[in-house]
């Protein structure tokens, strides 16, 4: 309880006593922006993809200027090419944005790249979370499709350079959080058994399309609650 001086007391008791204003409250501090997040599409598609994903991002509090798109040629190669190209486009986030640190979230052939990138390209004291949606983590059959003549084919190939790289060791290393989700109806990916990684938080979407991975509402709360952890 607050002190009263004899000459606050007396003017109290004569009723002419002037009550200060009470302090106004501090302003509440802004609330921290959240960790950007680099969107990655797959084989032969575009940025354009992740409309509706990045629409249920935003509709969840994140801001437009923390979410991002990277393209690319899904015909060159994983290891020689996309990780590195995929590595200078972070770099270009951390540097637009001032954070340390991304969030990738990767759909079908774009987890290699982004795998590659944190298990040899220094990603993983750089990418917080990597979320895998339908990724040809341990190869797709389909792949024998395309692989005579695109390099991005032969890399999804069960068993090529790239994916025995990849499953080498520790599938899940360094400080990044992993997860993928993956679908039993998805044609695509080859067994569906190969998107689960081991060390992954690893999520059965159902029975989805694989393009319906990038549009589907349950697991697009899936991927915004596993960036949370």
Avoid at 81 to 91: E, F, I, K, M, N
Avoid at 122 to 145: E, I, K
Avoid at 198 to 225: E, F, I, K, Q
Wanted: negative net charge; contains cysteine; charged residues 15%.
């Amino acid at each position: 309880m607050r002190l009263v001086t004899a000459a606050a007391a007396l003017a109290l008791l004569a009723g002419t006593i002037v009550l200060a204003p009470a302090a106004q409250a501090a302003p509440a501090q802004a609330a921290a922006s959240p960790v950007p997040v680099v969107f990655v599409h797959g084989r032969n598609a575009d940025p354009g993809v992740w409309g509706t994903m990045k629409d249920r991002f935003e509709e969840a509090g994140y801001p437009e200027g923390a979410l991002f798109a990277w393209g690319y040629d899904s015909s060159r190669s994983t290891n020689e090419v996309l990780a590195g190209q995929l590595a200078a486009y972070v770099d270009s986030v951390r540097a637009r944005t001032g954070s340390a640190q991304v969030d990738i979230v990767a759909h079908s052939q774009g987890s290699l790249p982004t795998r590659w990138y944190a298990k040899f390209g220094g990603g993983s004291d750089v990418v917080r979370h990597l979320v895998s949606l339908g990724g040809p983590n341990h190869g797709t059959s389909l792949a024998w499709a395309c692989a005579i003549w695109d390099q991005g084919c032969r890399d999804m190939t069960p068993n090529s350079y790239v994916q025995s790289h990849l499953a080498s060791g520790d599938e899940t290393p360094g400080a990044t959080r992993y997860a993928t989700f993956w679908s039993d109806c998805d044609g695509f990916i080859l067994p569906n058994s190969s998107v689960p990684l081991s060390g992954a938080v690893n999520t059965d979407a159902g029975c989805l399309a694989h393009n319906d991975l990038l549009t589907d509402a349950p697991t697009a709360r899936g991927v915004l609650d596993f960036l949370k952890q």
